[in-house]
């Protein structure tokens, strides 16, 4: 998928935090961009503190809009179930 066509606008785009966060892709902090890959960005999950515990819970995001796993191509998703999205280990930050 080229780059056009990730950050292409599409419904739902302008509300939708992912998106938001995905325009301004270069300026985000480390964070929201652990790693990437053409499909899907690992970012943390934020808000998952718990009392006197150190939670780390990391999230994949599609590069573009998706609201369902329906929605998804037949690359995303293969490299979704595949292991090779865009885990820490596996991508050039």
């Known amino acids: ?6 950050h292409a606008p599409g419904p ?4 939708c935090y992912a998106c938001r966060a995905e325009a301004r892709f ?3 902090p480390p964070r929201e961009r652990i ?4 499909h899907w960005r ?5 808000g998952t ?7 780390l819970v990391l999230v994949l995001v599609p590069r573009r809009h ?9 690359e995303e998703a293969a490299t979704l179930w595949s292991g090779r ?7 050039a930050r």
């Open 66 to 74: 998706v609201t369902a796993v329906h929605d998804l191509t037949g």
């Open 49 to 55: 503190a718990l009392p006197g515990r150190l939670v």
């Open 12 to 15: 739902g785009r302008a509300a």
């Open 85 to 91: 999205s865009a885990s820490p280990g596996r991508c």
């Open 1 to 6: 998928m080229t780059p056009e066509a990730i």
């Open 42 to 46: 690992t970012t943390h999950a934020l």
């Open 35 to 38: 790693a990437a890959d053409p």
């Open 26 to 28: 270069d300026t985000l």
